[in-house]
C-alpha cells in the first residue's frame, strides 16, 4: 500500500513513518517491495529505530528476514539488547557535510547496513571482545565514524547533546589524523553538538571511564571581586594544585566542555546584582552536581554573598569548600564522606564561646566575630540607629581569632549552626539577623548548615557608606535562586 509512495517520496514516507500513521509491519512491507528509491540507509534506520522504541516483538519472522537480508540470527538480540545511538559529522570532499547517526546493539552475530564500513567495524569488534549490530542512517565511507561506534558499544548512557570524530587503532587510541575539522565543528554547532575527538581525549576506554564515574571532582574559582585576568589564572591552578593531593581531576577539561560550565565565574563587583550574581553561581554548581561533579569551591568574595549561597546549596550534595592559606588553598570544610555532619547539634561547645547582650530583644542579631576585625560596636549601632529591638549574640572561637587554623572547620561550624538554634530554642526569636567578620569558606558552611528554615536578613558592611546593609532575605534566597 505505501511501497509506491516511498518510491517516489522517501520524504513523505518518512514523515507517516515519524507520526505512527503507518503500522511498522507495513513500513517493513513497503520497504522490501518498494522500486529503487531515495534516502534508503535512512528509511532502514528509522524503521529499526521504531520497532525498538514501540517494543515491538510480534513481527513475522519472515518478513524481519527478508529485511534484514537474510540475516535471521540477530533478529532475537535486536529484539532483546537495548541500543546505544551516536552521532558523527561526515564530510565529503566537496565540502558539505552533516551530522549522521548509528545505532549499536551487543550481537552474536555481525551486522551493518552498510557494507563499506565493515572492516572498520570488525576492527572495533577485535577491540572489544563482542560483535556489534551497527545501522546507520547515511551512506558514507572513511573511518571518522570508528570512535562514535567503539563509545556506543561501550556505554549504555551517552548525553544526547555529544558527537564524535576520529579512527581509532587496534589498541584504543585515538589518531590525531582529523580531516576538516573546522567544517566538523561548524556542523556540530549548527546542530547544537558539542564535538569529541583526540584533541579531548587519548583513548576510547578512557572516554568510557569518564562516562561511567559516578562522581568527577570539579575545582571552581568563584571571584566576586576585582582582580587581574592573571591573579585569576594563577589561583584556579592553586586550587587545581590543593584538590589534586586528595582527589583526582583529570577529567574536568572534558567536563567542562560537555556540560558548558566554566569551572572560574568572574564578577569584578556585585553592585546591586547581589540575587542575580547569586542565582547565576548557583545555577553553574547545580549544573555540576546534577552532571555527576562534586565540586571544590573556592571563593574571593564577601562574607555575607558565601553565607547566602551555602544556603541556596543546603547540605543535600557532597562538596569541597577551600580556604586560602597563605599562599596555597587547603580544604576546610569536606562534605565528601558526609554531607549533614555540619547539621549535628552539640551542646558542649569545644570551638566556640558566645554570649547575649538584651536576652528580652524580640529579634536574634548572630555576629560571627573570627576574623580581626571586631564588628560587635558596630552591629550595636546599626540596630540602635534603626530601631531593631534584638538580642545580641557573640559567637567567637575559643582560639585562633584573626588567624584560624587551616584545617576541617566542619566542628566550627556544626557549634556555630548548635548556637543559633540552641538560641532560637530557649529565646523566642521574630527574625534572626547574621552580621559577620570570618573567613568566607566558614561563612558559606554556616549558610549550609542554617539553611532557610527562619525569617530574617544577612546584612554587609558596606565601606562605602560605613554602614551595615541588608543583601538577602533568608526566608527568600532559594526561592529567588530557582
Known amino acids: 500500500m505505501f511501497s509506491r509512495l516511498l518510491s517516489s517520496n522517501s520524504s513523505d514516507f518518512l514523515k507517516i513513518l515519524e507520526r505512527d500513521d503507518i503500522t511498522v509491519k507495513e ?3 513497503s520497504f522490501i517491495n518498494a522500486e529503487d528509491f531515495d534516502n534508503k540507509f535512512l528509511v532502514f534506520y528509522e524503521i529499526v529505530k ?3 522504541e514501540k517494543k515491538i516483538v510480534d513481527l513475522n519472522q519472515e518478513l524481519l528476514k527478508k529485511f534484514f537480508n537474510g540475516n535471521e540470527e540477530i ?3 535486536i529484539y532483546k539488547n537495548d541500543f546505544v545511538e551516536v552521532f558523527f559529522p561526515i564530510v565529503n570532499k566537496l565540502g558539505n557535510g552533516k551530522i549522521a547517526r548509528a545505532i549499536v546493539f551487543e550481537s552474536k552475530k555481525s551486522f551493518t547496513n552498510n557494507s563499506d564500513l565493515k572492516s572498520s567495524i570488525e576492527k ?12 546507520f542512517d547515511s551512506e558514507f565511507k572513511g573511518n571518522s565514524f570508528e570512535l562514535a561506534v567503539a563509545i556506543g558499544s561501550l556505554c549504555k548512557k551517552i548525553p544526547k547533546n555529544i558527537a564524535f570524530t576520529g579512527e581509532i587503532d587496534e589498541k584504543g587510541n585515538i589518531k590525531r589524523n582529523i580531516e576538516y575539522l573546522d567544517l566538523k565543528l561548524k556542523i556540530c554547532s549548527e546542530n547544537n553538538l558539542k564535538l569529541i575527538s583526540a584533541l579531548d581525549v587519548d583513548n576510547v576506554f578512557e572516554l568510557k571511564e569518564f562516562f561511567e564515574a559516578k562522581k568527577i571532582h570539579i575545582p571552581i574559582l568563584i571571584s566576586l571581586m576585582a582582580k587581574d585576568k592573571e591573579y585569576i589564572r594563577t589561583s584556579y591552578e592553586e586550587l587545581k594544585e590543593a584538590v589534586n593531593e586528595k582527589f583526582e581531576i583529570k577529567y574536568g577539561d572534558i567536563f567542562e566542555k560537555i556540560y558548558d560550565v566554566n569551572k572560574v565565574f568572574v564578577k569584578d563587583s556585585l553592585n546591586d546584582d547581589w540575587g542575580q550574581v547569586l542565582k547565576e553561581v548557583n545555577s553553574l554548581l547545580y549544573k555540576i552536581i546534577s552532571n555527576r561533579g562534586i565540586p571544590h569551591i573556592a571563593i574571593m568574595g564577601p562574607a555575607s554573598f558565601s553565607m547566602a549561597l551555602g544556603i541556596a ?6 562538596l569541597v569548600v577551600y580556604h586560602k592559606a597563605g599562599i596555597e588553598y587547603k580544604p576546610v570544610i569536606d562534605l565528601t564522606d558526609n554531607v549533614r555532619k555540619v547539621k549535628n547539634i552539640v551542646s558542649d561547645y569545644k570551638f566556640v564561646k558566645y554570649s547575649v547582650e538584651n536576652e528580652n530583644g524580640k529579634n536574634c542579631a548572630f555576629i560571627l566575630y573570627f576574623a580581626s576585625h571586631n564588628p560587635y560596636d558596630a552591629v550595636k549601632n546599626f540596630l540602635s540607629k534603626n530601631n531593631i529591638d534584638s538580642k545580641l549574640v557573640l559567637i567567637e572561637p575559643i582560639f585562633g581569632k584573626g588567624n584560624l587554623p587551616a584545617e576541617d572547620w566542619s566542628e566550627i ?3 556555630i549552626m548548635s548556637v543559633t538554634q540552641n538560641i532560637q530554642f530557649k529565646h523566642s526569636c521574630e527574625n534572626v539577623f547574621f552580621f559577620m567578620s570570618c573567613p568566607v569558606p566558614l561563612s558559606f558552611g554556616v549558610g549550609l548548615s542554617f539553611g532557610d528554615f527562619a525569617k530574617g536578613s544577612i546584612f554587609h558592611f558596606d565601606k562605602n557608606t560605613g554602614d551595615y546593609i541588608e543583601v538577602f532575605k533568608i526566608e527568600k534566597i532559594r526561592g529567588e535562586v530557582l
Do not use: M, W, Y
Not at 546549596?313 to 557532597?318: D, I, M, S, T
Open 313 to 318: 546549596l543546603g547540605v543535600q550534595n557532597p
Open 27 to 29: 513500513a517493513i512491507e
Open 413 to 415: 561550624v556544626s557549634e
Open 124 to 135: 572495533i569488534e577485535s577491540l572489544l571482545g563482542k560483535k556489534l549490530i551497527v545501522i
Open 50 to 52: 521504531k520497532i525498538k
Open 75 to 77: 533478529i532475537f538480540d
